[in-house]
């Protein structure tokens, strides 16, 4: 818990329903944040970002999925793996899923079955509308949304002839979570990027997690989570926990075989 903006109270801190990620992380994420999940190439982040929208809406919260990567099925089938019907709540208003995938840049006539659609990944602007708009059935209400955006680096493609649109819309998703403590994952590729512009982004985030892969010594995969920054909590940064996948379930790594 930790004491709202007024003083006066105490807000809920956002987790990922992961006891030793969310123990890494403080409790876990603070309402009103930007969050980045860093993944290195070969890692497998998709799983904890979409548990941390799952466990949200398991409490009854509001949810948004934004595709850049990926079609809506791929998604189908995680959720349902750890217990959520996402063609439920997508009929009852609950999740919007966001199509940037199907015709990312407006090239082509394809009409997506989707409610929203984002046809121009250059044009953040588009995407914050296309947000706002998705949850226009609830405007009245300050309810609270997990959101999760797979993924920045796509984005950053469209728009690289303009960081300054990129640092506008990171902007714009933290005044939105600020104003209904909301937050926004925002998966990015980090590898994949110039060092300095992933310092410039992890700079206008919250929190910011990475997520690498490694082996045991009999080579078995599993994967390392590292608590890279949480703005006014430094003590956080500290040693990765290691995760294995089994059956689709995140489970920590079993201590006794040496990493």
């Given at each position: ?190 590898d994949a990027h110039e060092p300095l512009l992933v310092r410039a982004i ?58």
């Amino acid at each position: 818990m930790i004491p709202d903006s007024s003083g006066k109270g105490q807000k809920k801190l956002l987790n990922f329903g992961i006891p030793s990620l969310d123990e890494i992380l403080g409790g876990g994420i603070p309402p009103g944040s930007n969050v980045l999940i860093e993944d290195a190439i070969g890692a497998e982040a998709d799983p904890f970002v979409l548990q941390f929208l799952a466990e949200g809406l398991k409490a009854g919260e509001y949810g948004y999925i934004m595709s850049t990567e990926h079609p809506y099925e791929y998604y189908v089938d995680i959720l349902n793996g750890i217990g959520v019907n996402p063609d439920m709540l997508t009929a009852t208003g609950r999740l919007q899923y966001i199509d940037a995938f199907s015709n990312p840049f407006g090239y082509a006539d394809k009409r997506d079955s989707h409610q929203h659609t984002v046809n121009d990944l250059g044009q953040p602007r588009e995407i914050n509308e296309t947000i706002r708009r998705a949850f226009l059935h609830v405007q009245n209400q300050k309810i609270m949304k997990r959101g999760i955006i797979l993924s920045l680096s796509s984005i950053i493609y469209a728009s690289n002839e303009s960081k300054n649109v990129l640092f506008s819309f990171l902007q714009n998703r933290l005044a939105s979570n600020k104003s209904d403590g909301s937050v926004t994952i925002f998966l990015l590729h980090y590898d994949a990027h110039e060092p300095l512009l992933v310092r410039a982004i992890e700079h206008n985030c919250d929190a910011t997690i990475r997520v690498s892969r490694a082996k045991t010594d009999n080579d078995r995969p599993i994967t390392e989570v590292r608590v890279i920054n949480v703005k006014g909590k430094p003590e956080l940064v500290g040693e990765p926990v290691l995760f294995e996948f089994l059956s689709g379930k995140i489970l920590p790594y079993h201590e006794g075989e040496k990493f």
